[in-house]
């Protein structure tokens, strides 16, 4: 399987919560589809639209946001794909490197996607899968402080959405239906 292929098939398994995940999904197909490059060949903005694999730490209503260094904004954990890598492979290797815990998916697919335009001096779009993981909200992982200023554990409803990646609200609310359904 060719990886254009490979990341298609990752986005076959996100079903859209509202009309803004349905456009991305859609402005995401169509980009892969072009044969365009898929992953950062050049920090931080080329080519100017790449991968990210998002992994939302979760636990029982609760988030896990950091404080990140460069973009100065609440994140959830996540990294760039590696040129020819698979977005779950991503954050396996992240998961590890920012938060030194091994990864564990709440399930194998993306929950969730989301095409956003970074902030500061080189403005580019990621195109982000958002994977969700499980954690523990009665202690912080050793994350890593070259990554982030701080680290904590926010109930959904108290987030900092003013100071986050501005799908956040979007993707959370997404789960906390999700678990009203299942």
């Known amino acids: 399987m060719s990886y254009a292929a490979a990341i298609t098939q990752e986005l076959r398994h996100i079903r859209p919560h509202d009309l803004l995940e349905l456009d991305h ?3 995401a ?4 589809a072009s044969g365009a ?6 920090p931080p903005a080329t080519p100017p639209m790449h991968l990210v694999s998002y992994f939302p730490v979760m636990d029982h209503g609760y988030i896990l946001l950091g404080a990140h260094i460069t973009s100065g904004l609440w994140l959830p954990p996540g990294g760039h794909v590696d040129m020819g890598e698979h977005p779950r492979d991503t954050v396996r290797r992240e998961c ?3 938060l ?3 990864a564990r998916f709440l399930q194998a ?3 969730f996607l989301t095409i956003a ?3 500061g001096a080189q403005p ?3 195109v982000s899968l958002w994977y969700g993981l499980q954690g523990d909200c009665s202690r912080l992982p050793d994350y890593d402080p070259r990554e982030y200023r701080d680290m904590r554990w926010f109930r959904f409803n108290d987030a900092p959405f003013d100071d986050s990646d501005p799908n956040l609200e979007r993707f959370l609310l997404k789960i906390s239906e999700m678990s009203r359904a299942a």
């Open 124 to 126: 580019h779009e990621d």
């Open 37 to 42: 490059p898929l992953c950062r060949l050049r």
């Open 25 to 27: 999904l859609g402005r």
């Open 100 to 102: 030194r815990t091994p």
């Open 109 to 111: 697919t993306p929950l």
């Open 96 to 98: 590890m490197e920012e």
């Open 29 to 32: 197909q169509a980009w892969v």
């Open 117 to 119: 335009e970074t902030i």
